[in-house]
């Protein structure tokens, strides 16, 4: 009777902290969607590096790397976002690459990395900023 009840008690618990997870805020759509660039970067085997994160409406996401003068490569995926949290999660197009999982913060009018990799990001990671509030479309 006593584990019963406990196992009741827990449960309920467990149902409550699960249905306070899916009631997190969702950001606007307006404060995310469009693209975002990077400052340009030192890069050791390129004169300078950009990075371009294009988010849209519909929860797509664009990832690009430019190693100016170099190699630019574009990675696909989806973003989602709560709080002041996003999460980007992009592969390489045409590879059977692991998918590259990205979680940025709101940070005043930038993104910045949450969680990083300092020997791929640096000491100060990655911050982006916001260069046009919506998709661009390409011109008829």
């Given at each position: 009777?006593?584990?019963?009840?406990?196992?009741?008690?827990l449960?309920?618990?467990?149902?409550?902290?699960?249905?306070?997870?899916?009631?997190?805020?969702?950001?606007?759509?307006?404060?995310?969607?469009?693209?975002?660039?990077?400052?340009?970067?030192?890069?050791?085997?390129?004169?300078?590096?950009?990075?371009?994160?294009?988010?849209?409406?519909?929860?797509?996401?664009?990832?690009?790397?430019?190693?100016?003068?170099?190699?630019?490569?574009?990675?696909?995926?989806?973003?989602?976002?709560?709080?002041?949290?996003?999460?980007?999660?992009?592969?390489?197009e045409?590879?059977?690459?692991?998918?590259?999982?990205?979680?940025?913060?709101?940070r005043?009018?930038?993104?910045g990395?949450?969680?990083?990799?300092?020997?791929?990001?640096?000491?100060?990671?990655?911050?982006l900023?916001?260069?046009?509030?919506?998709?661009?479309?390409?011109?008829?």
């Amino acid at each position: 009777m006593i584990y019963r009840r406990l196992s009741m008690i827990l449960l309920a618990g467990f149902a409550a902290a699960c249905s306070q997870q899916d009631k997190k805020p969702r950001l606007a759509l307006s404060a995310v969607v469009g693209l975002w660039q990077s400052d340009t970067l030192r890069a050791a085997d390129a004169s300078a590096r950009v990075y371009r994160l294009r988010m849209t409406g519909d929860g797509m996401a664009e990832f690009v790397s430019e190693f100016v003068g170099k190699a630019t490569t574009a990675e696909r995926g989806t973003w989602d976002g709560a709080d002041s949290l996003v999460r980007v999660v992009v592969r390489a197009e045409g590879t059977a690459s692991r998918p590259t999982s990205i979680l940025l913060a709101m940070r005043g009018k930038a993104l910045g990395l949450t969680q990083f990799d300092t020997t791929a990001w640096g000491p100060n990671g990655l911050t982006l900023y916001r260069t046009t509030s919506a998709p661009q479309t390409p011109a008829p």
